[in-house]
């Protein structure tokens, strides 16, 4: 069963960094592409960032100067660095594998920023 664990959230005040990480398990194949979503309260989740397993690499505007997401095939692990932080950059951050067309998503991992 693939499962997917997502660790490093926590809160950091204004302009401050995290990084957050998320380890899939279950599965002997690589993930096609590995992503990072976030939910704010009372918002639908969107797109922070996604890498394919050559390295392609999508952001979403908001976030693009200020986080990078990076991953290790061979760990079958994602990373996203999120430096110069805002408030509005809080929320449940939510990893999610995609193997073809087979999606798992993590349970999630709060961030929050203060201002």
């Known amino acids: 069963q693939v499962q997917l664990v997502e660790s490093g959230g926590g809160l950091v005040q204004a302009g401050g960094s995290l990084r957050l990480a998320c380890a899939a398990s279950?599965?002997?194949?690589?993930?096609?592409?590995m992503g990072w979503y976030r939910q704010a309260p009372g918002k639908q989740r969107e797109l922070v960032a996604t890498?394919?397993?050559?390295?392609?690499?999508n952001y979403a505007n908001s976030v693009k100067g200020r986080f990078a997401i990076s991953r290790d095939n061979a760990k079958k692990t994602v990373y996203l660095q999120m430096n110069s932080l805002k408030p509005e950059d809080t929320g449940v951050y939510y990893c999610?594998?995609?193997?073809?067309?087979?999606?798992?998503w993590g349970q999630g991992t709060q961030v929050t920023v203060s201002s």
């Open positions: 890498v394919t397993s050559d390295g392609i690499t």
């Open positions: 999610k594998g995609s193997w073809w067309s087979l999606d798992y």
């Open positions: 279950g599965s002997i194949f690589t993930p096609n592409t």
